[in-house]
């Protein structure tokens, strides 16, 4: 009774897939979990509510406008009384509605009314899976802090096509609900960690500042995936136009001696991860008018004074966090310098990586580090900046048990 007294709210749409979902059903209910469906019309023309109603015991949800269920604002109740919502079949529609925050029926309303987790299994034909539409969708969902469980290659139930889009099989789905639910999938419960992300805004004059290309992409992954390890996760962050992770504290700064501050007032932590790209330096005087240009005179002159070194402070500070992760962006020598920079911060590695424009690295979506340590050098392989925060959480919870 793996899953005794869990709610889940199972959210069925229109892919050939919904068969399997009543197998999922009792998959669910004979490890003792509770299941409420809720079906789209699409759903209900693949499988009858029926059916579903009667492997699930209980009412069946289909409607937004329904006057006996929403006498109560029933579409509310459904989103958050539940530990967990699951979708599956989750259909390329239904996907390009909550990446969009529509809500024009009671699946996606639940969905954008939710703040339990939520587990998405998609089904589909692969080219439909391999659609840039798709893809777009799927990033951000993923970067909303949504599961993701398949899809599987194989055989489309159609027939005659092949490829990625078959929906994971029900004990799949069932054991990434365990997953989800499960406390012994979350190593970090209890333990704080302070993450930094994205540039930082030096002004030079109230309208003008210094900056650099930093999306904030590859921190708020991690403070995402330390969160979904159980981590109780302060993520202080430069301007970026990225959401907020969900389940995760965000505080959003614009200097450096901004940052630093919100980074000593969220100590105490057991971990810190500094990705932030900070500017070395900001500008010496404070012009609280914009300078202006006058005509005969040359362009003024900028005095530059050195930010403090957040990642130095942290990793020398009388509250140091037992596992300090510090990021280098080099342009050249980038083992070397990332080894010089592990000694002088007092981190326990350093992840390097290489953001020469070429790359692609700063800004984009992918990354490919190397992580120094006093032992030596690990090279990942290139990877999507999701799964380098994913690995690098596991090396985290790893490093401090
Ligand atoms: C026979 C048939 C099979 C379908 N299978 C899928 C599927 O597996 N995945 C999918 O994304 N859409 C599939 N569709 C298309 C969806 O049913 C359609 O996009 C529908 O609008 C989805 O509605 P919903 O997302 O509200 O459930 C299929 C359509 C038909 C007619």
């Not at 199972?10 to 068969?19: C, E, K, M, Q």
């Not at 010496?284 to 202006?292: L, M, V």
Request: aromatic share 2%.
């Amino acid at each position: 009774m793996s899953l005794a007294g869990k709610r889940i709210l199972l959210i069925i749409s229109g892919g050939i897939a919904a068969y399997k979902s009543l197998d999922l059903i009792r998959r669910l209910r004979e490890r003792g979990a509770e299941v409420r469906p809720v079906m789209t019309a699409g759903a209900q023309q693949f499988v009858t509510p029926l059916a579903v109603g009667a492997l699930s015991s209980g009412h069946v949800y289909t409607d937004l406008f329904s006057r006996e269920d929403e006498q109560d604002v029933g579409h509310i109740r459904l989103a958050r009384d539940c530990d967990l919502i699951v979708v599956a079949p989750a259909t390329a529609d239904l996907m390009a509605k909550m990446a969009n925050g529509l809500a024009d029926d009671l699946a996606s309303t639940v969905l954008l009314a939710t703040d339990r987790p939520v587990l998405v299994a998609p089904a589909m034909n692969p080219k439909m899976w391999s659609h840039a539409a798709t893809r777009r969708n799927v990033e951000t969902l993923r970067r909303d802090g949504l599961a993701f469980i398949g899809p599987n290659a194989g055989e489309m139930a159609e027939g005659g096509e092949a490829g990625l889009g078959r929906m994971a099989e029900p004990l799949e789905i069932v054991a990434a609900v365990e997953d989800l639910l499960d406390g012994g999938g979350k190593p970090l419960a209890g333990r704080r960690a302070i993450v930094t992300s994205g540039p930082t805004h030096e002004p030079i004059d109230p309208v003008r500042y210094i900056a650099n290309r930093s999306s904030g992409r590859q921190g708020h992954a991690i403070a995402a995936a330390l969160a979904k390890l159980g981590a109780e996760v302060t993520l202080v962050s430069g301007p970026v136009t990225l959401p907020d992770p969900r389940g995760v504290k965000v505080i959003h700064v614009e200097r450096a001696e901004e940052m630093l501050e919100a980074v000593l007032g969220a100590l105490p932590a057991d971990i810190a991860v500094m990705v932030a790209a900070v500017a070395d330096w900001r500008v010496a005087t404070e012009n609280t008018e914009k300078i202006k240009k006058k005509p005969g005179e040359g362009p003024p002159p900028l005095m530059l004074a050195e930010n403090p070194d957040i990642l130095k402070t942290i990793g020398h500070h009388a509250q140091r966090p037992k596992v300090v992760v510090g990021f280098a962006a080099e342009t050249q020598d980038v083992e070397d310098n990332g080894r010089v920079k592990l000694q002088k911060k007092g981190a326990d590695v350093i992840v390097a990586n290489d953001v020469s424009p070429e790359t692609g690295i700063m800004g984009g979506t992918r990354n490919s580090v190397k992580l120094i340590t006093a032992a030596g050098v690990e090279q990942w392989p290139d990877l999507s900046k999701d799964e380098v925060a994913g690995r690098l959480a596991d090396w985290v919870a790893a490093r401090l048990i």
